[in-house]
C-alpha cells in the first residue's frame, strides 16, 4: 500500500481543496467538439495586450538567458511614480495572488485568525487556511442592498479581535462586482488596531469610475497598518505574464520582500509591466470598452429578467433562481465558457467576464436560446 503522504503535510495544506479556475479553452475543444469558442471565465481583459507591450517584449527577448533584475527597479520606480509612494513601499508579486500568500505566509499562523467576508475573492480562504490560521468569515449583504452580496464592514469590523492579524477586502469584490466607497472603508480601516493588518485588494480599480471610490494608496501615510494591492492581469491586460505588486508602508515591504523568491517576476512581465503603464491610451481604451460593454450585458439581462449584482468590474454576477449547472452546460455546448460559483456558495448564480463586443453578443444570443430551451 502506497503512504498516504497527505498525513505528512502541515496541517493548513491537509484540508486544502484546490482552486477552480476558468475552464479552459483547449478542454471545452477535447471534451465536447466543440470550435469557435468563447471564453467569459476568468475576468480577463478580451482586448489583448496593447501595441507597447508587445514591442516591449520583443525587445527583452533577447535578454532571455539572463535573470531578470531581483528587486525590479525600473518597475518599482514607475509604480512609485504612479502612486506617489517611495519605491520601498512596493512588493512586486507573480500576479497579485502571489502578494496575498506572501501576506498570509508572513503573518498567519495556527492560533491567529484572518477575516474576510462572505462570498470574498477565493484565494483569502485558500491562503488562510494554507497558513494554518483561522478564518472568520463575516456574512455579506444581502440581495436587497444597494450593494447585493457585498461586504459589510460593521460584520466585518465586529469579527476583529486580538488574535486578528490580517483582514482580506476586495474592492471591487470578484465575484459579486460590489465595492465600497471611500467613506465606509476608511471608517473601517482607521477601527482597526495596530496589530491589524487591513489589505485592501484593488486588482480591478481601474474599471471603477464613481467618484466615491478611494484609491486606498494615498492613504498609507494615516496608516501603517494599510496593504493595497494590485494587478496588472486586468485592465492593463497581463493575466498570462502573471504580474502585480503590494503598496504598503517600507516596513512591511521589507518583510515580504525578505520572504518573496528572489526572482518571483519574470523578465518579460517587468519590461512588459513598464511598458503597460506608459501606454495611457491603452488603459484608457480597454476600461472604455469593458464599461459600455458591461452596461449592454446589464441591459440584456434586465430583458432576459434575469436578477444581477451591480458590478464595476469587467465581470458580472447573474441569479438563475434555481440551481444553474445546466445552464452553465447548456452555454458550453454552445461554445460559450462562463464561470459557476458554486464553490462560493452561490449555486444558482454564474458570473460572466466582460469580452469584446461580438463575444457579447454571442453570449447574449446563446443565453436566450439556452433560457428559451429549458423554458425559463
Ligand atoms: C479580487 C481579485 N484579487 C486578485 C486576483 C488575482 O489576480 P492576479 O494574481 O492575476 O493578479 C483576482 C483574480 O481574478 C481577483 O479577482
Not at 477535447?30 to 517584449?57: D, F, M, Q
Not at 474599471?207 to 494608496?217: K, L, N, S
Request: charged residues 20%; aromatic residues 8%; negative net charge.
Amino acid at each position: 500500500m502506497n503512504k498516504d503522504y497527505l498525513e505528512l503535510t502541515v496541517p493548513g495544506v491537509r484540508g486544502l481543496r484546490p482552486y477552480q479556475p476558468g475552464k479552459p479553452i483547449s478542454e471545452l475543444e477535447r471534451e465536447y467538439g466543440v470550435s469557435g469558442i468563447i471564453k467569459l471565465a476568468s475576468n480577463e481583459n478580451p482586448t489583448g495586450p496593447g501595441l507597447l507591450v508587445r514591442e516591449a517584449i520583443e525587445r527583452a527577448l533577447v535578454d532571455l538567458a539572463r535573470y531578470p533584475d531581483a528587486n525590479g527597479f525600473a518597475l518599482k520606480g514607475a509604480l512609485a511614480e504612479r502612486h506617489g509612494v517611495m519605491p520601498e513601499c512596493i512588493t512586486l508579486g507573480n500576479g497579485s495572488n502571489d502578494v496575498l500568500v506572501l501576506l498570509a505566509e508572513a503573518f498567519l499562523q495556527p492560533g491567529v485568525e484572518a477575516v474576510h467576508s462572505q462570498f470574498a475573492f477565493a484565494v483569502y480562504p485558500l491562503a488562510i487556511q494554507a497558513a494554518g490560521a483561522t478564518a472568520r468569515v463575516a456574512p455579506a449583504l444581502s440581495w436587497d442592498e444597494s450593494q447585493p452580496l457585498g461586504h459589510d464592514v460593521d460584520a466585518m469590523a465586529g469579527l476583529v479581535g486580538e488574535a486578528t492579524r490580517l483582514v482580506f477586502i476586495a474592492n471591487p469584490n470578484n465575484p459579486t462586482g460590489t465595492w465600497l466607497d471611500s467613506e465606509s472603508l476608511e471608517n473601517f480601516v482607521s477601527s482597526m488596531p495596530d496589530s491589524t493588518l487591513v489589505v485592501v485588494d484593488e486588482a480591478y480599480s481601474e474599471y471603477v469610475e464613481d467618484p466615491a471610490y478611494p484609491d486606498c494608496a494615498s492613504w498609507l501615510d494615516r496608516y501603517p497598518n494599510l496593504v493595497v494591492t494590485r494587478t496588472f492581469s486586468k485592465a492593463f491586460g497581463l493575466a498570462g505574464l502573471r504580474i502585480g505588486y503590494a503598496i504598503s508602508n517600507p516596513g512591511i515591504a521589507n518583510i515580504l520582500n525578505r520572504l518573496r523568491q528572489p526572482f518571483n517576476v519574470n523578465l518579460l512581465a517587468q519590461e512588459a509591466a513598464v511598458a503597460a503603464l506608459a501606454d495611457k491610451d491603452y488603459l484608457a481604451s480597454s476600461v472604455s470598452t469593458n464599461n459600455t460593454e458591461r452596461a449592454r450585458l446589464a441591459d440584456a439581462l434586465v430583458k432576459l429578467k434575469l436578477r444581477q449584482a451591480p458590478s464595476v468590474g469587467n465581470f458580472v454576477l447573474v441569479d438563475f433562481g434555481r440551481p444553474a449547472t445546466d445552464i452553465y452546460e447548456a452555454l458550453l455546448r454552445k461554445s460559450v465558457i462562463v464561470r459557476p460559483v458554486d464553490n462560493y456558495g452561490l449555486p444558482d448564480c454564474l458570473r460572466i467576464s466582460i469580452g469584446t463586443p461580438d463575444e457579447n453578443t454571442r453570449f447574449i444570443t446563446a443565453l436566450t436560446e439556452v433560457l428559451a430551451e429549458s423554458g425559463d
